[in-house]
């Protein structure tokens, strides 16, 4: 429900002469990240790790034959893990959907805390999860999204490598080194995914919670991360409106760890 928290404040703190309240920065714990990966990333993970050790066997097997059947074998063992995965998504879409939850619930919780210590008004009848239900199923989907392709490019690496390896008759344990690489950098892309998914959710939320309290204001909070985009830094502290905003807004370029604070102002 949308609601004037300005005029609310005003309500609570009668004869307050402040011309603006900022609300204290929320900032996601990288504990959430984790569960998401792994509770939805790291399970595609372990099943291509897992079938490592049959495409490895039936490669070798593969380049000693060297017969017209032999690459499908390596093939069928590869779709064979792809399959794994795909029915194991039907288990981790409402993984997805239930970190996406407790991600709302915490922001909720926190949004809450941060308005009542800032304002004196407590917002609890006021928020609830049915508010966020469009950054959620967004950041739902979008997840879905990229744990079909963190498999997807697994496979194509693992194949690529497969097939590579019996056109140019690379030795097995060669293969076998570069299709476990092949996995360990979509481990690596989904740990970084995790934590950039989280704190595009959270932003998400951030917004939707400022402007469902009727604030226009928000300040720029830089990530404090060691490689920062340099224009991003340059904004720390730099106070915004939605019409004035720059194009790329907090959280939202790659791996961007920037947050919007909200900022009441109160008109004369």
Known sequence: MTYDLATLTRRARPGMRRKSIVIRDIAPPATMATDLYRACYLPVVQTWSA??????NAYARSLSELT?????DVKAEIDGAA?????LLLLLTPQV?????????????K???AVLSATGVDLDTMLGASDMRAPLETHIEWNTALIKDVSAQAQQRIGNAVFDGLRNRTPAREVAKTIREAVDMGRDRSTRIASDQLNKLSSALADERRREAGIETWRWRHSRKAHPR?????R????YTDATAPEDR???QPYCGCRAQAVITFDD
Not at 83 to 87: A, T
Not at 230 to 234: F, G, I, N
Not at 236 to 239: L, S, T, Y
């Open 51 to 56: 079938a490592l050790p049959a495409i490895e």
């Open 68 to 72: 017209t059947d032999a690459p499908a």
């Open 236 to 239: 720390d502290g730099n106070e």
């Open 111 to 113: 949004w809450r805390g």
């Open 230 to 234: 340099a224009d991003h830094k340059a």
């Open 97 to 109: 959907r239930d970190w996406a939850l407790r991600t709302e619930r915490w922001y909720r919780g």
């Open 250 to 252: 907090p959280g939202q």
């Open 83 to 87: 399959e794994q995965v795909n029915r």
